[in-house]
């Protein structure tokens, strides 16, 4: 795992408990879990707009 030890793993658990605590840590899994759903979501679903170029230049 990106050539992460044990030792170094457990150094940046401590880490991230400190700078977080201990009572954000899920709503911070939670939340990143949503956003990379809602990623791949984008990613596979069709666009909903299109897009038409002109050459009008822009508009005031």
């Known amino acids: 795992m990106f050539g992460f030890g044990t030792g170094e793993l ?3 658990l401590v ?3 400190l700078l977080f605590g201990a009572k954000r ?3 911070l899994g ?3 879990g949503k956003s990379i759903k ?5 990613l596979n679903s069709p666009d ?3 897009v038409e170029e002109n ?6």
């Open 10 to 12: 457990l150094i940046l």
């Open 15 to 17: 880490l991230v408990i």
């Open 25 to 27: 840590i899920p709503m």
């Open 30 to 32: 939670q939340s990143l």
């Open 38 to 42: 809602n990623f791949k979501k984008g």
């Open 48 to 50: 909903d707009e299109d």
């Open 55 to 60: 050459d009008d230049g822009p508009k005031t």
